[in-house]
């Protein structure tokens, strides 16, 4: 399994000199599974580049909605496969009793938001609500669960063949507990990431700054620290970074993390924060950043 | 490995562990997973001491007994009707805390409904000594 991150940026697009390095588009991490299948985990605006580096491959892909807040649905308008006829996507989300997945997504793509309506795309797209049970996608079994943030929303956990990758980019599950101190089994998403090859996830806010966005749905770095901790996941990525945050504050965030992270024993190269367009090997027993180009 | 609980419950529990008021969880089999400080010190047990209580044995641990001091079945306790019936119950009577003593108590308990069904019942207990608030006074 190989994985890219296409876009690493939470809440808003931050395009500009002081977001370069890091990236300012929103989420999306492409998978490529060991049969060549493709996944493409949410949908923001870092869709768009995923989209242009498939656009030459008549394609059948997979794309997996966390939730549908606009930072992870934003870029399914520009995604160039979606408009080719030859291409067949499927669109997996969580359901909600208030709408089927279809219709809800239709909200932003369509008049006035949108230029094109959901029939309108020229692609062959499906939308189908995550089962609760392990489901399999090409070499891999793909597995859905509710996690604590604002509104239905789903982590993934992807295996395929000895590795996995847990995929949980908006999660607060410190609200209203202590993640230290609290059994596994009570934990928002650990299931998903227990033992993980390479964990995505949440880290949105520094410690100084979560007390102002208590309930918004994200973690701080301690909370971050502390569920990946509990997760025993090999190999952690904070994503979702703070608009806010340029690439020099990221950069302290970064060097605060594996700083605590060897302080409580760990490898600190095996924490980090995301970049966009860096890409993991799950192949190699101990993942590692390939290259950041 | 332990299966982790559904999203709904954990979200209770923390709201429950905030709470001064005495609050109880049971999982969708009936199972005990969870009850609040509060409601510990209204039982002279913390639910830590406790643990996980099977559905059926809960229901006897503190009484309840009706106005007449007979125990009351578990198949009409409202948040086994809850769980049960998937629909919200209401009930008054009384409690044995560990050290004897009796609680005069009302209980309101409501179904956990999911888009996947239910995952379980909250109860909350409004003790009759209670300062208004709902809290113990």
Known sequence: MKVKLWGTRGSIPSPGPETIR???????????????????????????????????????????????????????????????????????????????????????????????????????????????????????????????????????????????????????????????????????????????????????????????HLGWGHSSLSHAISFARRSGAERTVLFHHDPMHSDEQLDQLAAEASERWLALGADPAAIELAVERAEYDLAVPAPSAISAS | MTQQKPLELILARNLMSALSTPAFLVDEGGVLVFYNEAAGALLGKRFEELGTVGAEEWGSLFGPFDRDGEPIPYDELPLVIAVRNGRPAHADFEISSADGARHQVEISAFPILTAHGSQGAIAVLWPASSNGNGALS
Do not use: K
């Not at chain 1, 989209?51 to 930072?71: F, Q």
């Not at chain 1, 020229?122 to 604002?150: K, L």
């Not at chain 1, 059994?183 to 299931?191: A, R």
């Open chain 1, 22 to 212: 890091y990236g300012g588009n929103t989420s999306c991490v492409g998978v490529t599974l060991a049969d060549g299948s493709m996944l493409a985990l949410d949908a923001g605006t870092g869709i768009r580049s995923l989209g242009l580096a498939l656009a030459a491959e008549p394609a059948r892909l997979h794309i997996l909605l966390t939730h549908l807040h606009l930072d992870h649905i934003q870029g399914l308008v520009f995604f160039a496969p979606a408009f080719q006829a030859q291409t067949e996507i499927v669109i997996w989300g969580p359901s909600s009793p208030e709408a089927s997945l279809r219709d809800r997504i239709a909200r932003y793509i369509s008049a006035p938001l949108s230029p094109v309506e959901v029939r309108e795309l020229p692609c062959d797209v499906s939308f189908r609500h995550c089962p609760q049970t392990e489901w399999e996608i090409g070499s891999a079994r793909i597995r859905a669960a509710s996690v604590a943030h604002r509104g239905p929303t789903l982590g993934y956990r992807i295996e395929d063949g000895d590795s996995s990758l847990a995929y949980i980019p908006d999660h607060e599950p410190a609200l209203g507990a202590d993640l230290d101190a609290l059994e596994e089994d009570w934990i928002s998403g650990l299931g998903l990431a227990r033992d993980a090859s390479l964990l995505i996830h949440d880290g949105q806010y520094s410690d100084a700054e979560y007390p102002d």
